[in-house]
């Protein structure tokens, strides 16, 4: 299967793949190392779950991350998922984020949380959960910054 565990390894490569898809500023990379780190090196934490993508020559190509919402009953947030843009279009994103649909599942969940930007660049991520059955659940005015609302979509099982 080419959806494993995160492994400490997979920091590198996946800090790249954030940082290729063009779409996040550098501060929101540190804050995905920063989640990769916190997962690789705390193995008692329980905040977060990420599961890497591993094609068949063994190169990482994506990743998810995800964890309970802390002070809710089955709520899960997706806090990452992100595939490198040269493998986009082969349905890897899709198989990940049912592997963390899954995942969430297993661990008791019944909602799943996902939060993203109201950028023309952010297009194609808005038409994507909506193909999985997200739907959006809300909409923040001018969250990030002016004309850059937080559009929020949710899932239940």
Known sequence: MPIRKFEKEDIKPLAEIVRATGVFREEEVSVAVELMDIAANDKEQKDYF????????????GYYCAGPTPMTQKTFD???????????????????????????????????????????????????YLRHHYAEAARIKDYYAQDDDLVIYSKYF
């Not at 990420?50 to 190509?61: K, P, R």
């Not at 279009?89 to 993203?116: A, D, Y």
């Open 50 to 61: 990420l599961f890497s993508y591993i094609d068949e020559t063994g190169t990482v190509q």
């Open 78 to 128: 997706l806090y990452w998922i992100v595939v490198h843009p040269r493998v986009h279009k082969k349905r890897i994103g899709h198989e990940l984020l049912e592997h963390c649909e899954e995942q969430v599942k297993t661990m008791g969940g019944n909602l799943l949380v996902v939060e993203t930007s109201s950028q023309p660049k952010y297009e194609q991520t808005r038409r994507f």
